[in-house]
């Protein structure tokens, strides 16, 4: 352990030390030139002045009693600690070996060099050691070099924003090499401003402002597109080990360990022991501090843990977010956003969260939560506030149900309104789906289909009752003026008529939100197939972009009195929320010949939008009888149903078996379907969704944060509507083979009548293969027997 400073050197030291101390702001520029001068004149080398720092700091620790530093300081205290430690003992080594006469001329030279050339002397200390404002200083100089000058030192610079990343972003080596191309040391030192306490800034916020750089050309390309990111606040991924010292909550920084069942069980518990914590005083000064910053604009809370977005796992939906409306009093507004602070650290031992990353190895992952405060992008009208088009883009379009639409110019799957209702699977509501290489074209082409595969709600946030809601399209649509000529058509019972801007919506008119505004408005398709363009060209693979867009209305009066009004003239604000590798698993293509299974035994044979694949060796259903599901009436009995999915999927043997049930699985409506989450299906291979006869079909779910997560763990997912005209379909081996649920789930044996776990190789004599033909546009479920 270093020995105390000797007493003979702390006159001159004291020296150094007054005349830094005329300069406050400047001294900290002042003492990285001084260890600079240290060590190119060999004085010591920046390893050993390192390692001498971070001793001194450890006995510093001791002599002001902490016993055990690793938990009794947090890391902010501890980077403040080793900074002044570090400031101090530059003043020491400049004091016995250089003097204060050669500091009077550093700090000369500091002071002329805010009007001259900027210092261009190589690296002269190891960046992976180094403070902040070191490494942001030197990389600014370099990024200030001329052309030439700066090829001589673009290695250096290179490193220094490799170190900058990880420190700040991410350590992931593919994340790192299409940043370090793409951000600049100024974004870098915006990032570090943004930051509450220590750590990263989580997976989550880093493909968000990764995005919004790589997408700057596509912003200097179009007069009527902006694309930029809101404003964000990052708490860092240290803070939560601080939370959790603090609070004595280390013992469930080991629930990813638990047995499944003991996961599900304990996490109402874990979620109310979070919010009863306290956070950092500092946390809360500086939230108190951002709100200050928002006015009365609406915020959202949101996770990004360091997983998040990643190449290879994208994690979608598995920790929480939370809308803070913003409408209270400024204690009752802090209070909230705090909660869902709280909320967020709790969800990252949800279920599915664990269970995900226990079926991708990742469970020994140090997973720590950064949180991201971001203003919510919309605007008051009326009493409710929302983004007029919100949204998911890919840049690859796996479903291309005519030839014309070409896979490589991507999707949009976009709503007006929060995004929420795009990324989420609701109940008898949908979102408009693009292809973007023929807009105009959509999977039902007539009225009746455009009528029914339309948005009928919307969620807004309401500022008389502060909280968020959904409401009908009718009821906040009408205030918005000229939106409505882009997103909705008149429904004129044979046909769809466009809204002209400007024309009055009377009250026994039925709106229809088409968006056949925005799919005949070419600049808007451009922009959108650029940016998904753009982030495929740097990301290398194909991306999942989440946006909201405002759209700015020009004043298109007549210049003269009685003279007609100009067409409307409008330009887009595109904010990017969210952007990551689109990590797909979809079954692989078959050379499957039909003579292998035309004359097969079939469960069914239906119609169907999906590509070419083939699922194979099912050898368990799981059938919810939708006739028997859709006539439970307590809500109480729906859930138990639920349960005993959830308990089937820990038994039954991974990835052999299959689940076939009524309505849209993902979808919390228990009426509808079936309410479960991935982590209650995570091990089947298999999922078929039944549409009633008496709905619309089934719908393509592509681009939901749920079908995203199946899609990840190899379950292929599979909508059917049985009917006299859509095929056909084995009622009677669904219904009358052996019923297996009792040796499973004994305690479920009561509703025997509505799930049954069938043994298809005792029931059918074979496992189970799916085949998608796409010359028939038929999906076959099959045995390899004959019929």
């Given at each position: 352990m270093m020995n105390e400073q000797p007493l003979r050197t702390l006159t001159p030291t004291i020296d150094i030390y007054i005349k830094l101390a005329q300069y406050p702001i400047m001294a900290d520029r002042v003492r990285d030139r001084m260890r600079q001068e240290l060590f190119q004149r060999g004085i010591i080398d920046p390893d050993t002045f390192e390692h001498e720092v971070r001793e001194m700091s450890e006995a510093s620790q001791l002599r002001e009693g902490l016993g055990d530093p690793y938990y009794e300081e947090d890391s902010h205290t501890w980077q403040i600690r080793i900074e002044r430690i570090r400031d101090h003992r530059t003043d020491v080594y400049f004091a016995n070996n250089l003097g204060?006469?050669?500091?009077?001329?550093?700090?000369?030279?500091?002071?002329?060099?805010?009007?001259?050339?900027?210092?261009?002397?190589?690296?002269?200390?190891?960046?992976?050691i180094a403070p902040w404002e070191m490494l942001f200083r030197q990389g600014e100089v370099y990024e200030r070099m001329a052309a030439d000058e700066l090829e001589r030192h673009r290695h250096h610079l290179e490193e220094i924003k490799v170190v900058l990343i990880?420190?700040?972003?991410?350590?992931?080596?593919?994340?790192?090499?299409?940043?370090?191309?793409?951000?600049?040391?100024?974004?870098?030192?915006?990032?570090?401003?943004?930051?509450?306490?220590?750590?990263?800034?989580?997976?989550?916020?880093?493909?968000?402002?990764?995005?919004?750089?790589?997408?700057?050309?596509?912003?200097d390309q179009f007069n009527q597109g902006i694309i930029n990111i809101p404003d964000s606040y990052f708490i860092g991924t240290d803070v939560i080990y601080e939370f959790f010292l603090m609070n004595q909550l280390e013992h469930h920084m080991?629930?990813?360990?638990?047995?499944?069942?003991?996961?599900?069980?304990?996490?109402?518990?874990?979620?109310?022991?979070?919010?009863?914590?306290?956070?950092p005083d500092y946390v809360v000064a500086q939230v108190r501090e951002v709100l200050g910053t928002m006015g009365d604009s609406p915020l959202i809370v949101r996770s990004s843990s360091l997983l998040e977005d990643n190449f290879g796992f994208s994690f979608a939906g598995k920790y929480d977010s939370y809308f803070c409306p913003n409408q209270g009093t400024a204690e009752e507004n802090l209070e909230a956003?705090?909660?869902?602070?709280?909320?967020?650290?709790?969800?990252?031992?949800?279920?599915?969260?664990?269970?995900?990353?226990?079926?991708?190895?990742?469970?020994?992952?140090?997973?720590?939560?950064?949180?991201?405060?971001?203003?919510?992008?919309?605007?008051?009208c009326g009493r409710y506030y929302f983004p007029d088009v919100a949204g998911v883009g890919f840049s690859e379009n796996p479903f291309c149900w005519t030839p014309e639409i070409r896979r490589g110019e991507g999707f949009l799957r976009i709503v007006t309104g929060l995004g929420t209702r795009a990324v989420d699977r609701v109940a008898q509501d949908y979102p408009r789906l693009i292809p973007i290489s023929h807009p105009h074209l959509r999977p039902e082409m007539d009225v009746e289909g455009q009528r029914n595969y339309s948005q009928r709600f919307m969620a807004v946030i309401d500022r008389d009752s502060n909280s968020v809601v959904t409401v009908p399209v009718r009821e906040a649509l009408p205030r918005c003026g000229p939106l409505l000529s882009l997103v909705a058509s008149i429904d004129r019972g044979g046909s769809l008529a466009a809204i002209l801007p400007?024309?009055?919506?009377?009250?026994?008119?039925?709106?229809v939100l088409t968006f056949d505004g925005l799919t005949h408005d070419e600049t808007f398709i451009a922009i959108m197939r650029q940016a998904l363009q753009e982030l495929e060209d740097a990301y290398n693979g194909p991306v999942d972009l989440e946006f909201a867009?405002?759209?700015?209305?020009?004043?298109?009066?007549?210049?003269?009195?009685?003279?007609?009004?100009?067409?409307?003239?409008?330009?887009y604000r595109l904010h990017v929320l969210e952007c990551r590798p689109l990590n797909e698993r979809l079954p692989a293509g078959d050379d499957t010949d039909r003579v292998d299974y035309d004359a097969n035994r079939r469960l069914f044979a239906m119609p169907t939008l999906l590509p070419s694949g083939t699922v194979e060796a099912i050898d368990y259903l799981?059938?919810?009888?939708?006739?028997?599901?859709?006539?439970?009436?307590?809500?109480?009995?729906?859930?138990?149903?639920?349960?005993?999915?959830?308990?089937?999927?820990?038994?039954?043997?991974?990835?052999?078996?299959?689940?076939?049930?009524?309505?849209?699985?993902?979808?919390?409506n228990s009426r509808l379907s079936v309410p479960i989450s991935y982590s209650d299906i995570c091990n089947?291979?298999?999922?078929?969704?039944?549409?009633?006869?008496?709905?619309?079909?089934?719908?393509?779910?592509?681009?939901?944060?749920?079908?995203?997560?199946?899609?990840?763990?190899?379950?292929?997912?599979?909508?059917?509507?049985?009917?006299?005209?859509?095929?056909?379909?084995?009622?009677?081996?669904?219904?009358?083979?052996?019923?297996?649920?009792?040796?499973?789930?004994?305690?479920?044996?009561?509703?025997?009548?509505?799930?049954?776990?069938?043994?298809?190789?005792?029931?059918?004599?074979?496992?189970?293969?799916?085949?998608?033909?796409?010359?028939?546009?038929?999906?076959?479920?099959?045995?390899?027997?004959?019929?």
């Open positions: 204060s006469a050669r500091l009077d001329t550093l700090i000369e030279e500091v002071l002329n060099s805010r009007s001259s050339a900027p210092d261009m002397a190589p690296i002269s200390f190891n960046p992976e990880k420190r700040l972003m991410s350590d992931q080596l593919p994340f790192i090499g299409v940043a370090k191309r793409v951000l600049t040391i100024s974004d870098l030192r915006n990032i570090h401003h943004s930051l509450i306490g220590t750590g990263k800034i989580g997976g989550k916020a880093a493909g968000m402002y990764l995005a919004w750089r790589i997408l700057q050309p596509v912003d080991n629930q990813k360990y638990r047995p499944v069942q003991e996961i599900r069980a304990q996490y109402p518990r874990i979620v109310q022991d979070f919010r009863r914590s306290a956070l956003v705090l909660d869902a602070i709280r909320r967020v650290y709790a969800s990252s031992v949800n279920p599915n969260a664990l269970l995900y990353r226990k079926k991708n190895n990742l469970i020994d992952y140090d997973e720590r939560m950064a949180i991201l405060l971001q203003r919510v992008t919309g605007h008051w400007g024309a009055t919506i009377h009250p026994d008119d039925h709106i867009i405002q759209v700015d209305f020009a004043d298109n009066s007549p210049a003269e009195e009685g003279a007609p009004a100009g067409p409307p003239q409008h330009s799981v059938f919810v009888d939708p006739e028997v599901y859709y006539h439970i009436e307590r809500e109480e009995d729906r859930l138990h149903i639920a349960q005993t999915i959830t308990a089937l999927n820990d038994l039954l043997p991974a990835g052999r078996f299959g689940l076939i049930g009524p309505g849209r699985w993902g979808s919390l089947a291979r298999l999922l078929v969704e039944i549409s009633p006869p008496y709905t619309p079909a089934p719908e393509l779910a592509y681009g939901t944060d749920f079908f995203q997560d199946v899609l990840e763990a190899g379950i292929f997912v599979l909508g059917i509507q049985p009917t006299p005209e859509g095929g056909m379909m084995d009622w009677k081996l669904l219904r009358e083979s052996a019923n297996h649920l009792a040796n499973y789930v004994p305690e479920a044996a009561d509703w025997a009548d509505c799930v049954r776990v069938i043994d298809l190789q005792a029931a059918a004599g074979s496992p189970l293969k799916i085949i998608i033909d796409d010359e028939t546009n038929e999906a076959i479920a099959c045995f390899d027997v004959p019929e």
